[in-house]
């Protein structure tokens, strides 16, 4: 089922028995624009005199009904013990996951409360008026350590899938095309380096996998971060979460010339980041070495992901400046995202020889 065919069924027969559901009469409910391959349809609830609440309808049929209990379970959990996230809202059933079946199909519907504030971008990349950016720096590692604080302390009641129930060599094969038989080798070489790498509880546990600045809003007022979307989340090293964090961090400087300023402020950036992350929980020296690997981990997770919505929306493989880049990084062993290599070019960041497939 396709995205705009759950749209025209939510129109006829969804949102009418999720508005009883949810006892959402009386609200408009508006649509949210989707982004490319997005996996939700989302809707947006308002109503006078009350909070605005997100409606997401997960339509595709890849993950099962306890994956979506496992994600809306930990988000109660974060809220319910101080983690700054958008909490699940329950149904006049008291079920915070509602499973409705139509036509042969199954949907799986979600309530949340909308994070106070606004994204970055809303605010045209300006941080608050008068208060240095450090301090965002500082409240993003901050907020990303308590999250991961509260999940060293997690005993889920429906365990959501670990980093290698989906990324392993099965997976690789099936999105990877023979045509690029370095890169195949080089992720599974990544995979394997992973595998060796100890995951106690210190060091792994549920994250969120997706953590940007297109994942929480700030409130311009105080500066607190509200983190949301954990449609991602999984048992994983909480170092991906933090070098996520750090790719998040070259968007300030990617336009620099010089490769020794960028460094140099990529380094600063990153020491605020774990400043405020060490605030809220520790993390071992010996994991934060391997930040490089783990960056070169977020960028298979990018490589995959593009190469699975070509397959799953039937678009011909093909491997634009952006992706090209990012194959380049791994298949000739190029760290931190070739950030500080004679590969990047300020002019055209991130972005290599368009490639034949």
Same mark, same amino acid.
């Given at each position: 089922?396709?995205?705009?065919e759950?749209?025209?069924?939510?129109?006829?027969?969804?949102?009418?028995?999720?508005?009883?559901?949810y006892?959402?009469e009386?609200?408009?409910i508006?649509?949210?624009?989707?982004?490319?391959g997005?996996?939700?349809?989302?809707?947006?609830?308002?109503?006078?005199?009350?909070?605005?609440?997100?409606?997401?309808?997960?339509?595709l049929?890849?993950?099962?009904?306890?994956?979506?209990?496992g994600?809306v379970?930990?988000?109660?959990?974060?809220?319910e013990?101080?983690?700054?996230v958008s909490?699940?809202?329950?149904?006049?059933?008291?079920?915070?996951?509602?499973?409705? @079946?139509?036509?042969?199909?199954?949907?799986?519907?979600?309530?949340?409360?909308?994070?106070?504030?606004?994204?970055?971008?809303?605010?045209?990349?300006?941080?608050? /008026?008068?208060?240095?950016?450090?301090?965002?720096?500082?409240?993003?590692?901050k907020?990303? *350590?308590?999250?991961?604080?509260?999940?060293?302390?997690?005993?889920?009641?429906?365990r959501?899938?670990?980093?290698?129930?989906?990324?392993?060599v %099965?997976y690789?094969?099936?999105?990877?095309?023979?045509?690029?038989?370095?890169?195949?080798?080089?992720?599974? /070489?990544?995979l394997?380096?992973?595998?060796?790498?100890?995951r106690?509880?210190?060091?792994?546990g549920?994250?969120?996998?997706?953590?940007?600045? *297109?994942?929480?809003?700030?409130?311009?007022d105080t500066?607190?971060? @509200?983190v949301?979307?954990?449609?991602n989340?999984?048992?994983?090293?909480?170092?991906?979460?933090?070098?996520?964090?750090?790719?998040?961090?070259?968007?300030?400087k990617?336009f620099?010339?010089?490769?020794?300023?960028r460094?140099?402020?990529?380094?600063?950036?990153?020491?605020?980041?774990? %400043?405020?992350?060490?605030?809220? @929980?520790?993390i071992?020296?010996?994991?934060?070495?391997?930040?490089?690997?783990?960056?070169?981990?977020?960028?298979?997770?990018?490589?995959l992901?593009?190469?699975?919505?070509?397959q799953?929306?039937?678009?011909?493989?093909?491997?634009?400046? /952006?992706?090209?880049y990012?194959?380049?990084?791994? %298949?000739?062993?190029?760290?931190?995202?070739?950030?500080?290599?004679?590969?990047?070019s300020?002019? %055209?960041?991130?972005?290599? /020889?368009?490639?034949?497939?």
């Open positions: 089922m396709t995205y705009n759950v749209v025209k069924m939510g129109d006829t027969y969804l949102l009418p028995l999720i508005s009883e559901l006892q959402l009386g609200y408009e508006k649509p949210v624009q989707a982004h490319t997005g996996r939700n349809v989302v809707y947006t609830c308002e109503k006078e005199g009350t909070d605005v609440k997100i409606l997401r309808i997960a339509f049929n890849d993950r099962s009904r306890e994956d979506y209990l994600e379970e930990y988000i109660r959990y974060l809220f013990h101080g983690g700054s909490d699940v809202i329950n149904s006049r059933n008291g079920n915070l996951l509602e499973e409705i @079946t139509h036509q042969n199909y199954t949907f799986f519907v979600c309530l949340f409360k909308k994070a106070k504030g606004k994204m970055l971008v809303e605010n045209n990349y300006r941080y608050r /008026e008068g208060v240095s950016i450090t301090e965002y720096y500082y409240n993003c590692g907020v990303l *350590g308590k999250l991961h604080q509260l999940s060293k302390e997690y005993s889920p009641v429906h959501r899938y670990s980093f290698f129930d989906k990324y392993n %099965e690789i094969n099936k999105l990877i095309p023979s045509s690029l038989i370095l890169l195949k080798e080089k992720l599974v /070489e990544l394997k380096t992973l595998e060796g790498l100890d106690n509880s210190e060091s792994f549920m994250i969120h996998f997706d953590f940007n600045d *297109g994942n929480y809003k700030i409130d311009f500066g607190q971060i @509200t949301y979307d954990f449609d989340s999984c048992f994983g090293w909480y170092m991906y979460d933090l070098a996520d964090l750090w790719t998040q961090g070259v968007g300030w990617q620099e010339l010089d490769a020794g300023e460094k140099k402020f990529m380094d600063d950036y990153f020491n605020s980041v774990l %400043e405020g992350y060490k605030s809220e @929980t520790s071992d020296n010996t994991m934060l070495d391997q930040l490089p690997v783990f960056i070169e981990a977020t960028i298979m997770e990018n490589i992901d593009r190469f699975e919505m070509m799953n929306n039937g678009e011909e493989l093909e491997c634009d400046r /952006e992706l090209s990012l194959i380049k990084c791994l %298949e000739d062993d190029i760290p931190y995202k070739g950030f500080f290599h004679e590969i990047y300020c002019e %055209e960041p991130f972005e290599y /020889e368009e490639r034949n497939i």
